[in-house]
């Protein structure tokens, strides 16, 4: 584990002599390192100081916890600030401001982070996600999920198909804070053959709870009925197209939140069908895929540039998960991503082999020729995405992982790397994982800022992830420093309600449950 970056502190004596060694509002990371240090032996001395950290602190909500001396960036889009103060008290932010100012936030007997050197900024949002405790009939625990999101500084999710019951369950121990987990919006099928059926549905999902409605692959009469009956019980519905008589044309009619992926927005631009050889069979995952790899190429421009504008005008959002489907234009780095080694739970390594009973698992022949045809399609898809945006339309985030040899978290982190490469400032890519997907859930009075008034939810790291998203990854990057190779960033601190996480802690946790299932499956194989 090593020695932690910085300290949970008791005093407001030792605020005062950070304040004293902060000369600039951005140093080195070298020389403030060193100044925690040397502040930290003088206060040692003089007030009650967690030295190394403790694990029993770790998924704990104070009455009042303060954040010093940290530079912010907000989710907002505008560019970092500080050094910066925040007081939170229980799950809410109470208050935002310089570091400098003096108040009530400095009395004795609190606990404070001292963020000397760090980084803030909210918590991020996965606005596609599924909740998975087994995979290709294989069990796997919803704690795993849990981890993975938190040590990427996830702190909510917009669940969009899972298994109801069980779901519904998790998302009031979350609420309550019984569990160490991200918060659940919870978007449900509502099912239905006929118009009639569906509106049933709808109304039946509601009843039970629901955050808000997912469709997919559904007929334009039954997720018109679908739609207008969502809006008229406030439900907001997630759409995710299918190869079928509905598309972005009836997104933007219907009343749709928001379009997943983006199925349905090139289709819209096509004249008549998709050019599909007579052999194609859509059921058959690896035709589908493939040939999906081709679509855009066969969008017409002028025809798709009407359709981003009319999803605009009617307040479509975009939640195109780019990283889901990165594996069709570079299989072979999607299957070695680094972190499979120690993290990767037996039981997702299995599903993600070629395997057509599972979904997702489709490649068991994919040719150079597909991977070609992906990137392409990329540079037009990342293209019009980025279109959308500067019309003025509404771009989120999800990972969407579980599938397709994508881990959860880390994906969500990968999907923030293609989103600054289809174009984006990297301040306009963390306001789409927070702001905006707030937005898109209805929650952007209460979420994806740090503002006062706001649920606690918030991530810490020690580099500036504005330079390098890479820095996100709660494994951090390797760095050469004088001659030896060094390990840096990785979010340090995830707090979610309030409850503060160390992530460090998290991972090592994560490593040893991984540890033992892949050991079980050994014991299990072997017997």
């Known amino acids: 584990m090593g020695k932690k970056q910085f300290n949970l502190i008791v005093s407001p004596v030792l605020v005062v002599l950070i304040l004293g060694g902060w000369s600039n509002q951005v140093q080195a990371q070298t020389q403030a390192q060193q100044t925690v240090r040397s502040i930290n032996k003088i206060a040692k001395k003089d007030v009650g100081v967690i030295a190394e950290y403790d694990r029993q602190e770790s998924g704990r909500q104070y009455d009042r916890l303060i954040i010093r001396n940290v530079m912010l960036i907000d989710g907002k889009g505008t560019p970092m600030r500080g050094p910066t103060s925040i007081l939170i008290e229980k799950n809410k932010i109470a208050s935002v401001g310089s570091a400098r100012s003096r108040g009530n936030v400095e009395q004795a007997k609190e ?31 919803f704690e795993y999920q849990y981890k993975c999101w938190l040590a990427c500084g996830i702190t909510t999710i917009r669940d969009v198909g899972s298994t109801t019951s069980l779901t519904l369950k998790e998302r009031e121990k979350s609420r309550r804070g019984e569990i160490a987990a991200p918060r ?15 509106r049933e549905g709808v109304r039946r999902i509601k009843e039970m709870g629901a955050d808000g409605v997912k469709v997919s692959s559904a007929e334009r009469d039954i997720y018109q009925a679908v739609c207008e009956e969502a809006n008229k019980l406030g439900l907001r519905v ?27 927005v090139p289709d819209a631009a096509l004249h008549g069908t998709q050019k599909f050889p007579p052999w194609y069979n859509y059921n058959n995952e690896q035709h589908r895929f493939a040939y999906a790899g081709r679509l855009w190429l ?9 359709v981003l504008q009319t999803l605009v005008d009617k307040g479509v959002a975009w939640v195109p998960t780019f990283v889901i489907y990165e594996a069709n ?52 898809w990342m293209k019009a995405v980025e279109e959308f945006a500067k019309k003025g339309g509404v771009v989120g985030v999800g990972e969407d992982a579980g599938f397709i040899y994508m ?24 306001q789409h994982a927070t702001e905006n997907n707030a937005r898109i859930l209805g929650m952007e009075d209460q979420l994806g800022r740090l503002k006062a008034g706001y649920l606690a939810d918030l991530i810490l790291l020690d580099e500036n ?63």
């Open 298 to 306: 066969e969008a017409d421009p002028m025809k798709l540039d009407m």
């Open 184 to 198: 659940i919006f919870l978007y449900m099928r509502p099912g239905g053959s006929t118009p009639q059926q569906a």
């Open 111 to 141: 606990r404070v982070i001292d963020g000397m050197g760090m980084y803030c900024l909210p918590g991020l949002i996965n606005n596609h996600a599924h909740l998975q405790n087994s995979r290709g009939r294989l069990s796997m625990p």
């Open 407 to 430: 881990m959860y978290g880390f994906s969500t982190i990968r999907e923030l790397e293609l989103h600054q490469e289809a174009g984006f400032h990297p301040i306009d890519v963390i």
């Open 329 to 380: 234009r570079d299989l072979q780095r999607a299957m070695n991503q680094p972190w499979f080694k120690d993290y990767l739970h037996p039981t997702l390594e299995k599903y993600f082999e070629p395997n057509p009973s599972n979904h997702g698992s489709y490649h068991w022949n994919w040719t150079t020729t597909d991977e070609i045809f992906w990137k392409e399609n990329y540079q037009i």
């Open 465 to 527: 992830p504005l330079e390098n998203f890479k820095y996100l990854y709660p494994t951090g990057v390797q760095d050469l420093q004088d001659g030896k190779l060094i390990q840096r960033g990785g979010i340090k601190w995830t707090i979610k309600d309030g409850y503060v996480y160390h992530v460090p802690t998290i991972l090592e946790e994560l490593k040893q449950m991984v540890a033992e299932a892949r050991k079980d499956l050994r014991l299990n194989n072997d017997r």
């Open 238 to 264: 997630a759409h995710h197209v299918g190869v079928e008589n509905t598309d972005a044309w009836d997104d933007a009619a219907f009343g749709t939140t928001s379009i997943e992926h983006w199925y349905g």
